[in-house]
């Protein structure tokens, strides 16, 4: 099982190794059958929206003068994606970084365009956490996502551009990063919240006596979607901190001002999560803890009945069964009764410790 858990961990890096810089080789599992491109085109006074039938129907936006969010859903349709990185002259490596799923969130400044790469996180029906790379390109005029697979956490961007509420018509495309941007971080706030009512049922079941199997395995998880959480939160501040103080001429001054927000909100998830990530180590303290008192409690009733049974053993032990008068030895079925009171002894026990959950 370790060997196959291994396998899959290295899978997605296996693809990567001795290629060409800048060759474009999907680390992702998420292969969409069918590729899925949407535009919004708007200003503040129109805004029109379309499903696009091929990449080269988004084209004729880019030099515009309005405000343009083309959305790609299918990561593994590579040459879609080289169709557009050639129309908008992204470097090959953004290209890259853009299909390889593994890439750690980042900014890179061109003088054209601003490249990001964030993680988008939530949780399926299950409560296991899904984390999916979305990838921006920020340009004038104009904002390029490439996601996974369909489903995202834009859906109340959308709404505020369809139904012109709020600042987002009226201002540039640098005030759309900001807003899909804070869109993902708004999100986290759930993600976390999830992860805080987990751990207080955590500490709760600690002491209703599950078995040992079944909360050791749920503190792991925890603790593997901690650091996964961890790993996709924390560059984000460096990223929202150079976006802020960026002298690129893509962000006007009073969007810096929405970026320090989410700043603000980044540091209160980060500080959360380092907070939550103590809770949970501490949690394993918490359980060796509850399994020792377990332990002694068994242990004292153990001792309690062998303290008994010392001095009755030690006198059967001298006397056994030298006496003269015993009716037992004459009884018939003496001996069949012995073992039956022997064997509800023996099965009394068993039943009593499985009951106590020493078993």
């Known amino acids: 099982m370790a060997k196959k858990r291994q396998k899959k961990r290295t899978q997605n890096y296996k693809?990567?190794?001795?290629?060409?810089?800048?060759?474009?080789?999907?680390?992702?599992?998420?292969?969409?059958?069918?590729?899925?491109?949407?535009?919004?085109?708007?200003?503040?006074?129109?805004c029109k929206e379309a499903d696009l039938d091929s990449v080269?129907?988004?084209?004729?936006?880019?030099d515009s003068e309005t405000i343009t969010w083309f959305n790609l859903n299918g990561l593994n349709f590579i040459n879609e994606i080289e169709?557009?990185?050639?129309?908008?002259k992204l470097h090959p490596l953004i290209l890259e970084d853009i299909?390889?799923?593994?890439?750690?969130?980042?900014?890179?400044?061109?003088?054209?365009?601003?490249?990001?790469?964030?993680?988008?996180?939530?949780?399926?029906?299950?409560e296991n956490i899904v984390a999916e790379q979305v990838s921006f390109v920020l340009g004038k005029n104009y904002v390029l996502t490439f996601q996974?697979?369909?489903?995202?956490?834009?859906?109340?961007?959308?709404?505020?551009?369809?139904?012109?509420?709020?600042?987002?018509?009226?201002?540039?495309?640098?005030?759309?990063?900001?807003?899909l941007i804070d869109a993902i971080v708004d999100n986290y706030y759930a993600i976390i919240e999830t992860m805080g009512n987990k751990i207080e049922d955590l500490e709760d079941d600690l002491f209703t006596g599950l078995t040992q199997e079944e909360i050791s395995q749920q503190i792991q998880n925890l603790k593997r979607e901690i650091l996964k959480i961890r790993r996709a939160i924390f560059p984000l501040r460096e990223i929202i901190n150079r976006l802020e103080k960026s002298?690129?001429?893509?962000?006007?001054?009073?969007?810096?001002?929405?970026?320090?927000?989410?700043?603000?909100?980044?540091?209160?998830?980060?500080?959360?999560i380092d907070?939550?990530?103590e809770m949970i180590?501490?949690?394993?303290?918490?359980?060796?803890?509850?399994?020792?008192?377990?332990?002694?409690?068994?242990?004292?009733?153990?001792?309690?009945?062998?303290?008994?049974?010392?001095?009755?053993?030690?006198?059967?032990?001298?006397?056994?069964?030298n006496f003269v008068n015993m009716p037992e030895l004459h009884y018939k079925y003496g001996y069949h009764i012995v073992w039956i009171v022997m064997i509800v002894i023996f099965v009394g026990m068993l039943i009593y410790f499985k009951r106590k959950k020493w078993l």
């Open 15 to 46: 693809k990567q190794i001795g290629q060409v810089p800048g060759a474009l080789i999907y680390t992702g599992a998420k292969e969409d059958k069918s590729l899925h491109l949407h535009v919004f085109d708007y200003n503040d006074d129109d």
């Open 56 to 62: 080269e129907d988004a084209f004729r936006f880019k």
């Open 83 to 88: 169709k557009i990185g050639n129309y908008y």
């Open 99 to 126: 299909v390889n799923t593994t890439q750690r969130p980042k900014i890179d400044e061109y003088n054209d365009y601003i490249f990001i790469v964030l993680k988008m996180m939530y949780y399926d029906e299950t």
């Open 148 to 179: 996974e697979a369909e489903g995202d956490v834009f859906d109340n961007v959308r709404e505020r551009i369809r139904t012109k509420k709020g600042r987002v018509r009226v201002h540039e495309s640098d005030y759309l990063l900001y807003a």
């Open 247 to 272: 002298e690129n001429g893509l962000i006007d001054e009073k969007t810096t001002h929405f970026f320090r927000d989410v700043y603000d909100h980044v540091i209160q998830v980060t500080e959360t």
């Open 275 to 277: 907070i939550y990530r």
């Open 281 to 321: 180590w501490s949690l394993m303290d918490m359980y060796m803890t509850t399994i020792s008192n377990k332990m002694n409690e068994v242990m004292k009733v153990l001792t309690i009945i062998a303290t008994i049974f010392i001095p009755l053993t030690f006198i059967a032990g001298i006397y056994g069964m």
